[in-house]
Nanobody, 126 residues
Framework: QVQLVESGGGLVQSGGSLRLSCVAS????????IGWFRQAPGQEREEVSC????????FYADSVKGRFTISRDNAKKTVYLQMNSLKPEDTAVYYC???????????????????WGQGTQVTVSS
């Protein structure tokens, strides 16, 4: 099974930027789809973005389009989430998730992903 480790979270002022990283390791050469989810206190986990390791195609939730950019470095087995123009409502724990059999073409339920990281906290102050 693939192991995922997120980093890059922190406290930032509204309008600021952060870049999250998700490093994958494990016995596979095809990581399939890797997604970023977030969960705020008292709310359901929601998908933010997803990228396909095969062709780099991406998906974004409407709430982050134009502000967040997902990218991958297959050689480093790392997926990044560049977050710009952050808002207080972006405050949440951010998780990366992966599944080798998934190809993200739109919204993908969290249950479709088999591997998850431990999460990294992002806090945006107003």
């Amino acid at each position: 099974q693939v192991q995922l480790v997120e980093s890059g979270g922190g406290l930032v002022q509204s309008g600021g930027s952060l870049r999250l990283s998700c490093v994958a390791s494990g016995p596979t050469s095809d990581y399939g789809a890797i997604g970023w989810f977030r969960q705020a206190p008292g709310q359901e986990r929601e998908e933010v973005s997803c990228i396909n390791s095969s062709d780099g195609s991406t998906f974004y939730a409407d709430s982050v389009k134009g502000r967040f950019t997902i990218s991958r470095d297959n050689a480093k087995k790392t997926v990044y989430l560049q977050m710009n123009s952050l808002k207080p409502e972006d405050t949440a724990v951010y998780y990366c998730a992966q599944d080798p059999d998934l190809y993200c073409e739109g919204f993908s339920p969290s249950g479709d992903f088999g591997s998850w990281g431990q999460g990294t906290q992002v806090t945006v102050s107003s």
